[in-house]
């Protein structure tokens, strides 16, 4: 015999009931056979109490956000390569790079890369060239 704490889910009662196996309960649910005493409704759910499935369901989250914290850096790790394999470095000359892309049509099969200030980008934009910026992690082991 097993014990189930149920609650009906239309008006909010608990109530233990007993089922010969777990399979019992679900074979009942199944066929609407679980009623509300008060109701008789057969929205009727096992509730699921207990402390340790608090404190594993917390794990589980801080285990999935170090996940995602680590493939969010991978990306951005990916990216940066990608970047820097694709782009030539210009440094702190970006913004003079960049206009000397725009405004001489100097040809550049690639893109440029490199460090500008807020006020620099602003500039930019406003002159109608068009930037991106970057997460960038620094000292990455490369
Ligand atoms: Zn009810």
Redesign the pocket.
């Known amino acids: 015999m097993i014990k189930y704490k149920l609650t009906?889910k239309?008006?909010?009662?608990m109530f233990d009931s007993w089922f010969s196996t777990s399979k019992e309960y679900e074979r009942l649910k199944k066929k609407k056979f679980l009623n509300?005493?008060?109701?008789?409704?057969s929205?009727i759910e096992k509730t699921l109490m207990s402390p340790s499935i608090l404190n594993s369901k917390n794990n589980v989250k801080t285990k999935i956000l170090n996940k995602k914290y680590k493939q969010a850096k991978e990306t951005i790790a990916e990216y940066q390569k990608f970047v820097k394999d694709n782009f030539d470095y210009v440094g702190e000359n970006f913004a003079h790079e960049a206009r000397s892309i725009h405004y001489k049509n100097k040809k550049s099969s690639k893109g440029i890369y490199g460090t500008a200030t807020k006020e620099d980008l602003k500039a930019l934009k406003e002159e109608g060239i068009e930037t991106e910026t970057l997460p960038w992690i620094k000292n990455t082991a490369n």
Do not use: E, L, Q, V
Request: glycine share 0%.
């Open positions: 009906c239309d008006c909010d009662i509300c005493h008060i109701c008789n409704s929205n």
